[in-house]
């Protein structure tokens, strides 16, 4: 959840102890808009930090909008100084979180050429402190968050399987977990999947198998056991993935190297 804390530090981070740039005289209105169309995240962050400096704010969008070159995003109405000393802050937020939203679009749109149930979810592959906002910047362009934390879900991966063995695992994490807790089996054979579904997985996950090999393991799998496939999965070859009939596609390229879109700020 985004605090006051956050905006402070974003603020602390950027304006430094003695800021005379943004030091201007009068009211201005300050106006987001887009220099590339995509998919619209981070609007909560990013008027938070105008909210916070006594500012007025106008969206003119929803997070998960499809924006145009030129349109624009949001309005804000507050004395020239506090507008300027959101600016940078705002625009890096929008134009980081949008580019995620923008890449998770297109990989769920790459998927539904083959099909209509895969679900495209991120990973924890995101930048300290802005997990939050990068993870809802995924669900804004369509896709899944996954496991927001490690308290989420259990992963049982091969660091795991090395020390306890695949069963071993299984049964001490299941006798550490609550109730409600899911647990997620890592393999990297396709034969693998179904012995960890046999032990208690809830879901298996095929790690850095070609498409083929996904296929495979998804067919040996038991009813009612959810599969997932990930390790270097891109664009490119988030259609082959979703033809093997996994149920979840994890992308980490969707929020480490996601490219930020263009906006820009103006007033007057």
């Known amino acids: 959840m985004l605090t006051d804390s956050d905006v402070?530090?974003?603020?602390?981070?950027?304006?430094?102890?003695?800021?005379?740039?943004?030091?201007?005289?009068?009211?201005?209105?300050?106006?987001?808009?887009?220099?590339?169309?995509?998919?619209?995240?981070?609007?909560?962050?990013?008027?938070?930090v105008f909210d916070y400096l006594?500012?007025?704010?106008?969206?003119?969008?929803?997070?998960?909008?499809?924006?145009?070159?030129?349109?624009?995003?949001?309005?804000?109405?507050?004395?020239a100084t506090d507008?300027?000393?959101?600016?940078?802050?705002?625009?890096?937020?929008?134009?980081?979180?949008?580019?995620?939203?923008?890449?998770?679009?297109?990989?769920?749109s790459a998927a539904r050429l083959v099909s209509d149930d895969v679900a495209i979810a991120g990973t924890r592959k995101?930048?300290?402190?802005?997990?939050?906002?990068?993870?809802?910047?995924?669900?804004a362009g369509g896709g899944d968050?996954?496991?927001?934390?490690?308290s989420g879900m259990v992963m049982v991966k091969d660091n795991h399987i090395e020390e306890m063995g695949m069963v071993g695992a299984i049964e001490h994490f299941r006798e550490l977990a609550s109730f409600a807790t899911k647990i997620e089996v890592e393999v990297e054979r396709p034969e693998?999947?179904?012995?960890?579904?046999?032990a208690g997985a809830d879901i298996v996950m095929f790690d850095n198998?070609?498409?083929?090999?996904?296929?495979?393991?998804?067919?040996?799998?038991?009813?009612?056991?959810?599969?997932?496939?990930?390790?270097?999965?891109?664009l490119e070859t988030v259609p082959d993935y979703a033809g093997t009939g996994v149920d979840v596609i994890s992308i980490g390229v969707l929020?480490?190297?996601?490219?930020s879109l263009d906006f820009s700020f103006r007033t007057g």
């Open 192 to 198: 693998d999947g179904r012995r960890a579904a046999e």
């Open 209 to 234: 198998l070609p498409p083929a090999e996904v296929e495979k393991g998804v067919e040996l799998l038991p009813d009612g056991v959810l599969s997932e496939a990930s390790g270097g999965i891109d």
């Open 145 to 150: 968050t996954h496991r927001l934390t490690l």
């Open 8 to 48: 402070e530090r974003w603020l602390r981070e950027d304006v430094g102890h003695h800021d005379v740039t943004n030091h201007v005289p009068g009211n201005t209105v300050g106006r987001l808009v887009a220099r590339e169309s995509g998919v619209v995240a981070g609007l909560d962050a990013a008027l938070a």
């Open 83 to 108: 507008v300027l000393r959101g600016e940078r802050i705002a625009v890096n937020l929008v134009g980081h979180t949008s580019g995620i939203a923008t890449k998770t679009a297109e990989a769920v």
């Open 126 to 139: 995101t930048t300290p402190g802005l997990r939050g906002i990068e993870k809802r910047a995924v669900a």
């Open 54 to 79: 006594d500012c007025e704010t106008n969206p003119l969008v929803e997070n998960g909008a499809n924006v145009d070159v030129g349109e624009t995003v949001f309005e804000v109405h507050g004395s």
């Open 255 to 259: 929020t480490h190297s996601a490219p």
